[in-house]
């Protein structure tokens, strides 16, 4: 069976940085692409930004773009996500997602991936 398992979060001040991680065991990267998604209290499932396991392509949301960067090292089969410039709005939790290769999937559409990690929780402060 595929697990997903992010590590990295933490509490950080306003403007600071994280790496998130997101170690993947069992998972044959068949699919389209890897992603970062976050949930905020009382908010919808976004995404936060997902990259091309075939052609490294990264897609973010715009609201990240020029403050996060996602990577992945498929040697170690894992993910990562550095959070850079964060503000509070940021806080959330963080999950790692991943798709089976069976369908058409949209790199900030939650409902197109299927396998997902536990989450790890991100909260700045100001």
């Known amino acids: 069976s595929v697990q997903l398992v992010e590590s990295g979060g933490g509490s950080v001040q306003a403007g600071g940085s994280l790496r998130l991680s997101c170690a993947a065991s069992?998972?044959?990267?068949?699919?389209?692409?890897l992603a970062w998604f976050r949930q905020g209290p009382g908010k919808e499932r976004e995404g936060v930004a997902a990259?091309?396991?075939?052609?490294?392509?990264?897609y973010y949301a715009d609201s990240m773009k020029g403050r996060f960067t996602i990577s992945q090292d498929t040697a170690k089969s894992t993910l990562y996500l550095e959070m850079n410039t964060l503000k509070p709005e940021d806080s959330a939790m963080y999950y790692c997602?991943?798709?089976?290769?069976?369908?058409?999937?949209?790199?900030?559409?939650?409902?197109?991936?299927?396998?997902w990690g536990q989450g790890a929780q991100v909260t700045v402060s100001s």
């Open positions: 990259i091309h396991i075939g052609g490294g392509n990264t």
């Open positions: 997602a991943a798709d089976n290769g069976m369908g058409w999937v949209r790199p900030n559409r939650a409902a197109d991936f299927n396998y």
């Open positions: 069992g998972y044959t990267y068949n699919g389209y692409y």
